[in-house]
């Protein structure tokens, strides 16, 4: 039989099914949102309590930028002593009050989106125990230690704190446009003249920063699989046999140079444009003094409004009020269609169907009256051409071996075969019957590759056969419980 060593490669129904979704270049956005909203369902009311607490903050929020207009053109430009302490009292007391409710919210905030990062995880997790032998025996280990670690703690953030991120800056911007409109309408259709503009500019930044945070997941899942194959057991000692060592931390360093590159893109990407906006938020408070002074000093009103120093300071009070939140959403377009690339990843794995599961009405056998009668009628069993490493293959065509063979692996040597080894494609199994009694000793002998370890596969269907009859104790294992 040929020497030879195989470590799992991508394929099987997992990468079926990935490379037909991918045929089908589905549009995943809403659909990938719809899912994840849906996760925030068992916390209905929790997710209440913190919308009602961003809202009250909010409007907390408004009273000193309008008390300020006050303070200077009712108290101070009235000489109004005790108007001024009580203005100022209010704006002492407000943002003690707003600061309790924020903390409240951020503990709401972080149990819910904790609590949901825990069901991503047990729902995964989940889901793959209920998947196949063959799926296992198709994939690399590293590749699922990646998705459910890389890929779902990848979201951790977006999960925990972007969403009420979003809520709380879509109320402060709206709250204080409308404020800035009561003040000013000329001045605010000034200062928020090219936001159509921005918005633009974000969309298309945001889709490229998707595209490379998919990348950069799966090179990260790349080389997560490569560590775990080379620095195992048995893969350190495939390397330090063939003396392969240069040839696998070669291999290792493309792949993290690769890595590297991607991660330094991924956080470049749209660095330019909102450096530009940074700058453009900066310069508009100049502009609106200019523009401010000269009504004031030709004494126009325009829309019907006057101004006044009030007026001003309350405006540019509430423009930087603004600024922030205003950058926050438009930067937190581009980090949602990142996080939607990892939840694509992660509903991928969701969305693998089960190949091996219980029968609607499927029996559970009692283990105390369970007797152990094994019998196989007419059973026959072929390994799929995509499983990349059946249980009992140890020799396959010069292109599997290729397929399978690991980076850092020589070219195996040439030895006559003693045995037919099961060959994907090829029969294993091929019209197998025979009755095992409860007691009875018996054994499985035939050469390497003959099928004896896909016998005891197919009792626990960690494999399914492709036809006869598997019986415990006279009940078909299809029609008991896994």
């Given at each position: 039989m040929g020497v030879h060593m195989a470590f799992h490669g991508m394929g099987g129904g997992m990468s079926a099914y990935l490379?037909?979704?991918?045929?089908?270049?589905?549009?995943?956005?809403?659909?990938?949102?719809?899912?994840?909203?849906?996760?925030?369902k068992p916390y209905i009311p929790q997710v209440i309590l913190v919308l009602a607490a961003i809202l009250l903050t909010t409007l907390l929020g408004l009273i000193n930028p309008l008390l300020i207009q006050r303070i200077f053109d009712?108290?101070?430009g009235a000489h109004n002593i005790p108007r001024l302490i009580l203005y100022v009292i209010i704006m002492f007391v407000t943002p003690i009050v707003?600061?309790?409710?924020?903390?409240?919210?951020?503990?709401?905030?972080?149990?819910?989106?904790?609590?949901?990062?825990?069901?991503?995880?047990?729902?995964?997790?989940?889901?793959?125990?209920?998947?196949?032998?063959?799926?296992?025996?198709?994939?690399r280990t590293g590749e699922i230690q990646s998705r459910l670690s890389n890929d779902v703690g990848g979201v951790q953030g977006v999960v925990t704190n972007t969403a009420t991120s979003i809520v709380s800056n879509i109320a402060t911007v709206l709250?204080?446009?409308?404020?800035?409109?009561?003040?000013?309408?000329?001045?605010?259709?000034?200062?928020?003249?090219?936001?159509?503009?921005?918005?633009?500019?974000?969309?298309?930044?945001?889709n490229v920063r998707r595209i490379t945070s998919k990348e950069t997941q799966k090179s990260m899942a790349s080389?997560?699989?490569?560590?775990?194959?080379?620095l195992s057991v048995s893969g350190i000692l495939l390397i330090k046999t063939f003396g392969r060592q240069k040839y696998a931390l070669g291999q290792f360093e493309k792949e993290n140079q690769n890595l590297t590159n991607l991660e330094i893109r991924q956080q470049m990407i749209g660095r330019w444009f909102f450096m530009f906006i940074g700058t453009f938020f900066s310069v508009i408070?100049?502009?609106?003094?200019?523009?401010?002074?000269?009504?004031?000093?030709?004494?126009?009103?325009?829309?019907?409004?006057?101004?006044?120093?009030?007026?001003?300071?309350?405006f540019t009070t509430l423009q930087s009020r603004i600024f922030f939140p205003l950058g926050q959403l438009l930067q937190v377009q581009v980090d949602i269609q990142g996080a939607l690339a990892l939840f694509d990843r992660i509903f991928e794995y969701l969305d693998i169907p089960v190949d091996i599961k219980d029968a609607p009405?499927?029996?559970?056998?009692?283990?105390?009256?369970?007797?152990?009668?094994?019998?196989?009628?007419?059973?026959?069993?072929?390994?799929?051409?995509?499983?990349?490493?059946?249980?009992?293959?140890?020799?396959?065509?010069?292109?599997?071996?290729?397929?399978?063979?690991?980076?850092?692996?020589?070219?195996?040597?040439?030895?006559?075969?003693?045995?037919?080894?099961?060959?994907?494609?090829?029969?294993?199994?091929?019209?197998?019957?025979?009755?095992i009694q409860p007691g009875q000793l018996a054994a499985l002998v035939g050469p390497s590759g003959a099928g004896k370890t896909t016998i005891t596969y197919l009792v626990p269907r960690l494999y399914e056969a492709d036809s006869g009859t598997i019986e415990i104790d006279g009940h078909d294992v299809k029609g008991v419980t896994l």
């Open positions: 490379e037909e979704q991918k045929k089908r270049g589905r549009k995943t956005d809403a659909r990938t949102l719809r899912r994840v909203a849906a996760a925030f009712d108290a101070i707003a600061g309790l409710i924020g903390v409240g919210q951020s503990y709401l905030n972080n149990v819910v989106g904790q609590n949901v990062m825990r069901d991503f995880r047990n729902k995964l997790y989940s889901h793959l125990q209920s998947m196949s032998l063959r799926f296992f025996t198709a994939t709250s204080t446009v409308i404020a800035m409109l009561i003040l000013s309408p000329l001045l605010t259709l000034i200062s928020l003249g090219l936001l159509p503009l921005f918005l633009w500019f974000t969309y298309k930044v945001g080389l997560t699989a490569m560590m775990q194959e080379t408070p100049a502009i609106v003094y200019l523009v401010a002074g000269l009504q004031i000093i030709n004494h126009q009103n325009i829309f019907g409004v006057g101004m006044t120093f009030g007026t001003i300071v309350a009405n499927a029996l559970a056998l009692d283990p105390e009256k369970t007797r152990g009668r094994v019998t196989f009628k007419n059973v026959s069993f072929t390994y799929k051409r995509d499983d990349a490493n059946p249980p009992e293959k140890e020799a396959a065509s010069d292109e599997d071996k290729d397929k399978a063979r690991p980076p850092f692996a020589p070219e195996p040597a040439a030895v006559p075969s003693m045995s037919e080894e099961p060959v994907p494609g090829r029969p294993t199994l091929n019209n197998i019957s025979f009755d």
